[in-house]
């Protein structure tokens, strides 16, 4: 006879069930280790960077020489070559400036991001940046610290709201240790990832960039990202030409978007593979950079020889009024050059590098107007680089605490604030988007719309759709098709072939739609079949999809692998959306 006695658990297995009882000891134990990897991970980054400079700048000058200062019109050309194809073959999630990548995860996916994407993004952007694309280091690092964060929910088998934390912890890591800003890093996390201040975990975000920003001081120092001189107001009349610059700044960073989304757009239309867009960017990028190295990569001055006006000149007003509008323009030109081909990094330093230009432009023009009321150039400059930042992203409380904590510098924080808010009110008067968010609208997904609350959010598509839905081969008559969807009652099936492989979708209105046609006896399903359709992955959440749908009158979503997008795993109806719903209100009720 068996025995009903339980035996209790002992060893390794007790101890690590009592430490996941505990929250705040397993949630700072894991915000530590998200931390500290997203640490190493910003100085491993940095290195990279460092190390792709000398090979492209400094090799790239020897073996290129013959052509003289024109070498360097080829280095972003091969490096886009290297980058398009490493994002082609490796993951496409590592195009881009990576943070509206986090912000779908997290909204989305539950926080789940492929471990692999912070291998590809590392090598990259570092490449991307260390060849003269023009973008900066942060988006990487986010998805960098992120994806960290990312892998190790997934790793534990974690929930979705610990993973979400996790990933929030990562990219509030990422910022911290790039950028030495601890408090901005957490801010970031917050009001650009999670996409709202208060959080029952937010206390694990603040020591992750905290831990995050500890291994940086070991290794990159403790200096703040920009030296500057202290700054002053000489009246406080000055309070009316700052604000007039977050007028001006608000504008430009709307400009700034367009043109972006605009580039991508056109780049978007040529009949060339995908990973051969970013060098073709890269010929662009390489006769820009001739005016001045700055253009290329981040532009601080500390990095690329012979650079002469980077954001440092900027701010201590070494910049004439005429190459400060140049630098403006042409920054705005390179880095959407850079993103719009497919290239990989960040928009937060070429942010910074538009806003100081258009800050030393307007400073050095009103003090040439009004020398005895308005302060040097060098105080515009650091105010442009916030009011921009802040309109590009409409996140005026991290704008505000970064620039801050990046120049040590308190004496202008009352312009500095209103010039932000102006910037981002005139900002989202001019669109909603920002330069996050509107590249997940261009990909039909509204982040706005995925936070409202709606019991759809919890029930991923996996759980509510159909498996084994039937299927139709494309060489199906369509005499035969309208004669199956009479007989099964279904008013649309999936289309895929002798192979296995999912070809796309074909409803009873396409049948109609040909018939109306006088359609010929020999017609098949693959000949009205819709190719083009809106498609599932089995851990996105119910409500995302709609998201996607939008307007469209579809009654069924086929479900596909992630990995494999040709494999078809089920399909989603509009039955199954109600019977999910249903239990989820009585999952609601019961609580």
Request: aromatic fraction near 10%; charge should be positive.
């Amino acid at each position: 006879m068996k025995s009903d006695k339980v035996y209790p658990k002992t060893g390794l297995s007790s101890l690590l069930d009592k430490f996941r009882s505990n929250e705040i000891a397993f949630g700072v134990t894991l915000a530590v280790l998200v931390g500290v990897i997203a640490g190493f991970g910003a100085v491993l980054f940095r290195w990279l960077i460092s190390s792709f400079q000398s090979l492209f700048f400094g090799s790239g000058a020897t073996y290129l020489g013959f052509l003289g200062q024109y070498y360097v019109i080829l280095l972003p050309a091969i490096g886009g070559l290297i980058v398009g194809l490493l994002i082609h073959f490796g993951a496409r999630e590592a195009k881009g400036h990576g943070v509206p990548e986090v912000m779908e995860a997290v909204a989305v996916r539950g926080g789940r991001i492929r471990p692999r994407v912070a291998v590809i993004k590392s090598l990259a952007s570092s490449i991307c940046i260390g060849s003269g694309g023009s973008v900066g280091r942060e988006g990487p690092i986010v998805q960098i610290g992120s994806s960290a964060g990312s892998t190790v929910g997934q790793w534990l088998r974690l929930s979705d709201e610990w993973v979400r934390t996790l990933v929030a912890c990562g990219a509030a890591g990422g910022i911290s240790a790039t950028f030495n800003t601890p408090i901005g890093g957490a801010f970031f996390a917050m009001e650009i990832i999670l996409g709202r201040f208060i959080t029952p975990k937010l206390g694990f975000v603040i020591i992750s960039s905290v831990a995050a920003d500890f291994i940086s001081h070991i290794f990159l120092g403790d200096q703040p990202s920009f030296g500057i001189v202290p700054y002053s107001m000489i009246s406080y009349w000055e309070i009316l030409p700052y604000a007039v610059l977050g007028i001006f700044g608000g504008l430009a960073a709307f400009a700034f978007i367009r043109s972006l989304y605009k580039c991508e757009d056109l780049f978007g239309k040529l009949h060339t593979p995908e990973y051969l867009k970013p060098a073709i960017g890269g010929i662009g990028i390489g006769l820009i950079g001739l005016y001045s190295y700055d253009l290329f990569g981040v532009g601080y001055g500390d990095v690329y020889w012979a650079s002469t006006m980077s954001i440092n000149q900027a701010l201590i007003g070494e910049i004439a009024l005429q190459s400060l509008i140049i630098l403006l323009i042409l920054k705005i030109v390179a880095t959407s050059l850079t993103l719009g081909s497919g290239g990989s990094g960040g928009v937060f330093a070429p942010s910074l590098f538009i806003g100081a230009m258009l800050g030393g432009a307007f400073g050095t023009f009103a003090h040439q107007l009004f020398p005895s009321l308005i302060a040097t150039s060098g105080a515009y400059a650091l105010v442009g680089m916030a009011a921009v930042f802040a309109g590009a992203v409409q996140a005026p409380v991290t704008a505000i605490i970064m620039l801050f904590e990046m120049t040590m510098n308190y004496t202008l924080i009352l312009p500095l604030m209103i010039a932000v808010v102006i910037s981002t009110v005139v900002s989202r008067s001019l669109s909603h988007e920002t330069i996050y968010t509107a590249k997940l609208v261009r990909r039909g997904i509204n982040i706005r719309q995925l936070g409202q609350t709606t019991p759809l959010r919890e029930v991923t598509v996996g759980k509510a759709m159909t498996r084994g839905f039937p299927t139709v081969l494309p060489t199906m008559p369509v005499t035969d098709l309208l004669t199956r969807l009479r007989s099964s009652g279904h008013h649309g099936f999936p289309v895929v072939d002798k192979d296995g492989n999912f070809c796309g979708m074909v409803a009873l209105a396409d049948v109609e739609a040909a018939m109306s046609k006088g359609a010929s006896p020999g017609l098949t399903v693959g000949d009205i079949a819709s190719r083009a359709v809106v498609t599932a992955y089995p851990d996105e959440y119910v409500h995302s999809v709609f998201v996607k749908l939008g307007t469209q009158d579809v009654g069924r979503v086929p479900v596909i692998d992630r990995k494999n997008p040709k494999h078809l795993l089920g399909v989603l109806r509009r039955h199954d959306v109600l019977v999910a719903y249903a239990k989820a209100i009585r999952r609601e009720s019961r609580h």
